[in-house]
Structures are given as structure tokens and as C-alpha cells.
């Protein structure tokens, strides 16, 4: 990596002035020079907000209804053209773990000592609601008809009457009011309720700790029809093709297809051992993403068979036929270190190519969907769990020490990096109307706009750190 380092975000130098629309923030236009000046300051809440470009839609759907918001991996909300926004949230808890962008608000959720679901203002990051609930909550929020969705539970195992299952203590479902974080109904469940569930229509379709596939009615709560399964859920959120309802589960390790017409198992792929090792991580935590009938995922083998959930690891990226379960391929990525509580890459699939990390040796690939073959490879400073972002040409992905990165997509050349400090988890970032949003292991949320990287003028993206977070109701001098 180059050693330079730019000492401001910069925007990039766009002529003629008439391509330069206002900046608003809190209902009044904002002189440009001034939202510029403000940007220069650091990534800091800027409260200034880039008015939609002309002619475009007048709003965002106000829906976010899968993991993702896309069946391929690409946390980029169609249809949505609110505008570009620059702020860090003030801290709002130990730890912020997913976020969802819906309308003019962002959902998120806390995973500290005192687990909560959030709403804040999409113009300047400021709660607008906080919701306290009974367990760690790590899904990511599911926005529809005026409500919010998520589940709770933990990373911790038992047993009963010799069957291993996930997640101890309290483990619920809630429908929270999405304008007041208000609970409409709560279900608590058997296991945890950590993965993302869909929502097809008003029914959300959940996968639990506790060995059982859910329907539920979205407005009232009450479970529609439920089907006993093999394997226990760990964080592989599901994704939908037609009929076919596509998920990963641990002990045992195998993906799997329940088929929401006849409420059964469609399929079953079971993972063996690949090149002498066992599958024995990661199926569980990868959420699968799905083109062109094809789905993949990763996971993972011991290579210390003493210690068969820690240790190194070896992942394998792969693919299997979306209808039938069949292998396609399978690609050894690398071994490495086993992350903790998380030993899988998430997937992105998009335009014949499968971007996956491989957590273990901190190095993000890109893969040819067809036959699975590396097309590159690059490494980042340090590992990270979650699938990036994509624009058309640009990657984005943030690592666990809190960089958020600029790729080139075709070639994999690292373009820029900006240091945010922090971590993320590994549900990942969102690009929503020219904004990445960030949930950061520190408490808070960052939106920066992804020119901040592309028009920056050296590799090294660095502004103040900690960001500048101006008070409510008007800007700050830099510094202030």
C-alpha cells in the first residue's frame, strides 16, 4: 500500500457549477461552499443533506423486506434517491451491529449490555427512537408496511435430552412501529431468532436456534405453519427463489431448500470432507446469495482436528444448483486464523462475478461464477467478516479495524482508504443513493458519501478521528 496520507476528505472537482445541486439539511438550502467546507472538517455529522438530482423519484420505497435488500448480496436498496448525507451518529450503544436504510430514516441495532433497536434521522444521524429488548439482537432490521422487524438470542449452545441447539435465555421475535418503535406484537421463540428473516407478502420466514423453520403472519404474530429441521440456525439469513426457501444450518452442516408451498424440505446438500478436511464451520453464518439460479455461500474446515471450532481454518467458497442443491463447484480460498464467533465470508454476486473474503487470511476475492476460478485476490490490513458493497465499477467493504475501502472492482486494485476507526460486523455496510452507511463495533453509525473516497487525491483517506458530531440545530466551526 501506498504511505501518503490525504489529511481531508476531499469532493471531487466538478465543472460546470450547474452540475452542483444545493446541500440541505433540516428543510433549508445550504450554500455549497459552505456544505464543502463542512465536509473538509472530517467525517463529523454535517447535518447537510445533497437534494435528489433532477427528475428522479421523489423518495425511497420506505422498504427494506431481505437480508441485504437484494437476493444477490448487494446492500443497495432499489429505487432509493434521498439524497447524499456525511455524519457520525452520536454513540448510542456498546456495540452497533446491522443497519437497514428505509425512506428518511436508518434502523439500527445495538448488541451491548443494554441490546436495542433504533431509529435514527437519515438527514443527521440524531435518534429519533430507541427500543430496549431481552436479547442480543443481530438481525438486520426488515422494514414493511409501517413496521420493523427483528429477532433476538445468543452465540451460546445447550442441549436437551441430548440435542445440541443455539441460543440460551430469552429469544423472541418483534414487530416494532416503525414511526415510534412502539412493540405491536412479540413471539418468543425456542432458540435464537438471530438470522434475517424475509418477508414475502406479510409472511416472514424465519429460521431459529431451536431447529425450526417459521412462517409468521406479519401483521398479528401467530405462526402459520412451522417445519422440524436437521440442523440448528446460526446467522445464515435466507434468500428466496420462487417456491424454494434457501438457508445453511450447523450440527448438521448442510444447506438446505424448504418449500413454502408444500412445508417441506426440498433438498438437503449435506457437506462432507473436501480435499481430506471436514466442513465443520461457516455453512451456519453465511447467508447464501442467489443469481441465476445458483446459490453460494462458504464454509469452512479445522485444520487442527483437537480443536474443530478454533484454531486455523481452511474456507472454500462454492456453489450449488438454487433448485436441485447439486454442487457446481467448490474453490479453496486460503487458510488462516478462525474469527471469533463468525467463521465465514458473506457473498456478493454481480455480473458473473462472486466477491467473497476469506476471513481467515484477510483476503477478499473475486471469483468467476461460472466454474468458481480466481479471477483476483487482494489483501486488506485486516480480516473481514461481511460482504462489499458494489456501484457498477467501485467495491466497497470496511475491515476490522474500522478502514473502509475503495477497490476496483474489474482488477482489485485497492484505490482508496479511509480510516473510521471501530470495526463492523459481518452483516456489512449499506450504499444507499451515494451514501455507505456503517455500523460501527464503536456504538455508533457513519454515512459518508462514497466520493468522499473516489474523489479523493491519495490513497490515504484520512479525516479527524474521532469525527466531528456538531449539536442539533446548526453546523459548527471545524474544530469546534
Not at 447439486?326 to 486460503?334: A, E, F, I, S, V
Not at 485497492?414 to 473510521?420: D, F, G, I
Not at 449499506?430 to 460501527?440: D, I
Request: with cysteine.
Amino acid at each position: 500500500m501506498r504511505n501518503e496520507i490525504e489529511h481531508r476528505a476531499r469532493l471531487p472537482n466538478r465543472q460546470p457549477a450547474r452540475h452542483h445541486p444545493p446541500w440541505r439539511g433540516l428543510g433549508a438550502a445550504v450554500p455549497r461552499t459552505i456544505a464543502v467546507a463542512a465536509l473538509l472538517c472530517g467525517a463529523g455529522a454535517s447535518f447537510l443533506r445533497q437534494a435528489p438530482v433532477a427528475g428522479a423519484a421523489s423518495g425511497a420505497t420506505g422498504e427494506w423486506l431481505r437480508y441485504h435488500a437484494d437476493v444477490a448480496g448487494n446492500a443497495m436498496p432499489a429505487g432509493d434517491h434521498y439524497g447524499t448525507v456525511f455524519w457520525r451518529s452520536p454513540k448510542i450503544n456498546d456495540q452497533i451491529f446491522a443497519l437497514s436504510v428505509a425512506g428518511d430514516r436508518v434502523y439500527a441495532t445495538g448488541t451491548g449490555t443494554k441490546p436495542a433497536v433504533y431509529a435514527l434521522n437519515r438527514d443527521n444521524g440524531q435518534p429519533i427512537w430507541a427500543r430496549q429488548v431481552d436479547n442480543l439482537v443481530m438481525t438486520q432490521p426488515i422494514v414493511a408496511n409501517g413496521r420493523v422487524y427483528i429477532g433476538t438470542g445468543d452465540n451460546t449452545y445447550f442441549f436437551q435430552h441430548g440435542v445440541k441447539y443455539f441460543g440460551t435465555g430469552s429469544n423472541s421475535i418483534y414487530a416494532l412501529d416503525a414511526g415510534t418503535g412502539t412493540v405491536a406484537w412479540r413471539l418468543k421463540v425456542f432458540g435464537d431468532a438471530m438470522p434475517t428473516p424475509i418477508d414475502d407478502h406479510g409472511t416472514l420466514y424465519w429460521t431459529t436456534g431451536g431447529r425450526r423453520f417459521l412462517a409468521i403472519d406479519a401483521a398479528t404474530g401467530k405462526v402459520r405453519w412451522s417445519l422440524s429441521l436437521p440442523s440448528f440456525a446460526s446467522m445464515s439469513s435466507p434468500v428466496q427463489d420462487g417456491n424454494l426457501v434457501i438457508f445453511g444450518g450447523s450440527q448438521t452442516y448442510a444447506e438446505y431448500a424448504v418449500n413454502i408451498q408444500t412445508h417441506k424440505i426440498a433438498w438437503q446438500h449435506t457437506f462432507g470432507t473436501w480435499d481430506g478436511l471436514k466442513i465443520s464451520n461457516g455453512v451456519d453464518d453465511c447467508p447464501p446469495a442467489l443469481v441465476n439460479g445458483r446459490i453460494f455461500c462458504t464454509g469452512s474446515a479445522s485444520l487442527n482436528p483437537a480443536r474443530p471450532t478454533g484454531g486455523q481454518i481452511r474456507q472454500f467458497a462454492f456453489a450449488l444448483d438454487a433448485q436441485t442443491g447439486r454442487l457446481l463447484w467448490r474453490h479453496n480460498q486460503g487458510a488462516g486464523f478462525r474469527p471469533p464467533f463468525f467463521a465465514a465470508g458473506v457473498p456478493l454476486a454481480q455480473g458473473g462475478v462472486v466477491y467473497v473474503e476469506s476471513p481467515g487470511n484477510k483476503g477478499l476475492q473475486a471469483l468467476d461464477a461460472r466454474t468458481g476460478k480466481l479471477i483476483w485476490m487482494t489483501k486488506l490490513d485486516a480480516m473481514d467478516r461481511s460482504a462489499p458493497v458494489i456501484d457498477g465499477k467501485n467495491l466497497f467493504i470496511v475491515d476490522d479495524k474500522g478502514s473502509l475501502y475503495q477497490i476496483d472492482a474489474a482488477a482489485g486494485k485497492l484505490l482508496h482508504r479511509l480510516v473510521l476507526g471501530g470495526a463492523v460486523g459481518n452483516v456489512g455496510i449499506v450504499l444507499a443513493s451515494g451514501t455507505l452507511y456503517v455500523p460501527n463495533a464503536g456504538g455508533y453509525v457513519d454515512a459518508v458519501p462514497e466520493h468522499a473516497l473516489t474523489g479523493a487525491a491519495g490513497f490515504n483517506v484520512k479525516p479527524l478521528n474521532p469525527p466531528i458530531v456538531m449539536p442539533a440545530g446548526g453546523a459548527a466551526a471545524c474544530g469546534a
